[in-house]
């Protein structure tokens, strides 16, 4: 049983480009959140998805990033217009439903330089 | 506001010795609590975990500790080994409908040989 697969491992985007994370979740998980670690940082939650649905984007910044889960194909991160500051790694966790289990299974994360 | 601490950035341990990983909390609507390992360049991986309704669990070499009154919980490791040199993460859900989780900054543990 695959764990959560993410691609890819490393991006490096110069200043004002996009970058695109994607996020396939473990097999039989319907729901999708993503974290981002700065440099000395812990996790911290942006975005929680389900299947064509954004249910809490709480912790995402307002602008430039957005996120989506569609009905086929993987949950993508997208970064528009990036900055130095957006430097991080991006994990994508993936899980059954909360009322069955709470435990997340995160994958081996994104590494994004951007120059 | 830092609503899940870990005070200790590192820790040194003897193998064989207990390693006790301390996670502090502020805030009472936190339900379920998670330890998570992370290597260089690796996702965290899932280690053990504790409902606010019970005070300790067990896993192999691996317990929890809950005290919610102190709003505190370690993690003790016995005994320790050089594989388990990693960072340690305490998470913490208030397991509302979107069960994101809260975590804390980690704790480097080293075990020596």
């Known amino acids: 049983n695959a764990g959560v697969m993410q691609n890819p491992r490393h991006l490096v985007r110069r200043r004002g480009q996009e970058a695109r994370l994607r996020c396939s979740p473990m097999k039989g998980h319907s729901h999708v959140y993503w974290y981002r670690q700065l440099p000395e940082e812990g996790l911290k939650f942006m975005v929680y998805?389900?299947?064509?649905?954004?249910?809490?984007e709480s912790g995402m910044p307002k602008e430039r990033f957005s996120a989506e889960f569609p009905k086929e194909g993987p949950s993508i991160l997208r970064i528009q217009q990036v900055v130095r500051g957006d430097s991080a790694a991006y994990f994508c966790?993936?899980?059954?439903?909360?009322?069955?289990?709470?435990?997340?299974?995160f994958g081996p994360g994104t590494r994004l330089t951007v120059t | 506001d830092q609503q899940v601490k870990q005070n200790s950035p590192s820790l040194s341990v003897q193998e064989g010795r207990i390693s006790i990983l301390n996670c502090d909390y502020t805030?009472?609507?936190?339900?379920?609590f998670l330890w998570y390992k992370k290597y260089p360049a690796e996702g965290p991986t899932f280690l053990i975990s504790i409902s606010s309704i019970k005070d300790k669990n067990e896993d192999g070499r691996f317990t929890v500790f809950l005290n919610k009154s102190a709003k505190h919980l370690s993690l003790h490791i016995v005994p320790s080994q050089p594989g388990d040199s990693a960072v340690y993460f305490c998470?913490?859900?208030?397991?509302?409908?979107?069960?994101?989780?809260?975590f804390g900054t980690g704790t480097l543990l080293a075990v020596q040989p």
């Open positions: 998470a913490a859900s208030d397991g509302g409908a979107t069960n994101k989780l809260i």
């Open positions: 805030n009472s609507m936190f339900d379920y």
């Open positions: 998805l389900q299947k064509e649905n954004i249910i809490d």
């Open positions: 966790a993936s899980s059954p439903p909360y009322w069955a289990s709470y435990e997340q299974y």
